[in-house]
């Protein structure tokens, strides 16, 4: 079931077209990724979506309302992290997400608590929570800024950016922290990103925009899938010798068969069909296999493509 529908949509700013006619759709409890070069339009797009700027044409469903007709609905139940965490750096942490529950609606004091609780438990904070952000780490910064994202409970995260200028260390610290939140809070996330290998970890379908237009849509494997011939499955040997190459050589799915020191390069057209079909052919031919994987481009490898297809 899909909890954002996106039909048209497009922003203007003067004669620039930064999002032009998009179609998509977001299902419930996914994390899909938003790719695309500098300039592509995708903070444009979130924030249309979470409607801090209108669109200049063409609208969109965000948990089931309109974005242009009811967007005060809409932001009660999105929480955003924009490219700037928007935190007050001389007011402590515990302070931080008290005045924004306070802004966000949650007023129950005993609620407040607990949700504050809750959130600086599962963020990795609570004993750091009566200090100045001001002193904050970028990566616990970044970490608050997701909570304060969350006080309200929303059950759609928009994230702009999450890992952008952070240490590898802390970007793999907030990755797990949003697998945690897509599974725990059973959040759907719209991740916009220019880390592929975020994208690539987390999300379960990404769309590639380019000038503000989608140029491909699918899972991180599915978009490897279209920029590859055929999918190649790698043979690693204990030895190889010439009666398993020929084995293989022999074999009816091998389209086209390479070999470097003592791995084996096969081309198939299916390689669910064909490894089995590999295996026993090397098995029986008496080569000992030490691994056996399927070869497919990194997402990085298919987007540099597309996006480079699409300006060329
Ligand atoms: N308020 C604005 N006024 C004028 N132009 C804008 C405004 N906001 C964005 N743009 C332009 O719209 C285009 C898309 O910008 P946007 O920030 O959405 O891209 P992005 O994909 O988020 O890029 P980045 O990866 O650099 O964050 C850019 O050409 C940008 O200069
Ligand atoms: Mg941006």
């Known amino acids: ?55 200049s044409e063409g609208s969109a469903r965000v948990n089931g309302q309109d974005i242009v007709e009811e967007p005060l609905k809409v932001r009660e139940t999105v929480g955003i992290l924009t490219e700037n965490p928007c935190l007050y750096e001389r ?28 959130l600086f ?5 609570w004993e750091r929570r009566n200090e100045k952000v001001a002193s904050f780490s970028r990566g616990m910064k970044q970490k608050l800024a997701i909570a304060r994202a969350l006080v309200h409970r929303p059950p759609i995260l928009f994230l702009d950016e999450p890992t952008a200028g952070l240490d590898p260390e802390s970007s793999k610290e907030i990755r797990d922290l949003i697998e945690r939140l897509s599974r725990k809070e059973k959040c759907t996330i719209l991740l916009c990103t220019h880390r592929l290998e975020d994208a690539e970890k987390l999300a379960n379908r990404v769309m590639i925009i380019n000038k503000g237009r989608n140029i491909a849509t ?62 026993k052919g090397i098995v029986y031919a008496g080569g000992e296999i030490l691994t056996v994987k399927t070869l497919r481009p990194s997402l990085e490898e298919a987007y540099l493509k597309l996006v480079k297809g699409e300006s060329s």
């Open 121 to 125: 438990d599962f963020f990795g904070l």
């Open 218 to 279: 699918g899972s991180p494997e599915q978009l490897s899938e279209r920029i590859t011939g055929q999918p190649v499955v790698e043979v690693k040997l204990v030895k190889l010798n010439r009666k398993v190459l020929n084995a293989v050589k022999n074999l009816s799915q091998a389209l086209k068969v390479e070999s470097f020191k003592d791995k084996i390069l096969i081309t198939v057209e299916n390689p669910k069909s064909a490894t089995p079909e590999i295996v």
């Open 91 to 118: 007011l402590t942490a515990y302070e931080n997400l008290d005045f924004f529950a306070e802004a966000y609606g949650v007023t129950d004091p005993l609620e407040k608590r607990e949700r504050i609780r809750e």
């Open 1 to 55: 079931m899909s909890v954002i529908e996106v039909t048209g949509l497009t922003k203007k700013f003067g004669s620039l077209v930064a999002v032009d006619h998009l179609d998509f759709e977001v299902w419930r409890g996914e994390v899909f990724g938003l790719l695309g070069p500098n300039g592509a339009g995708k903070t444009t797009t979130i924030r249309m979506l979470a409607c801090l700027i209108s669109p």
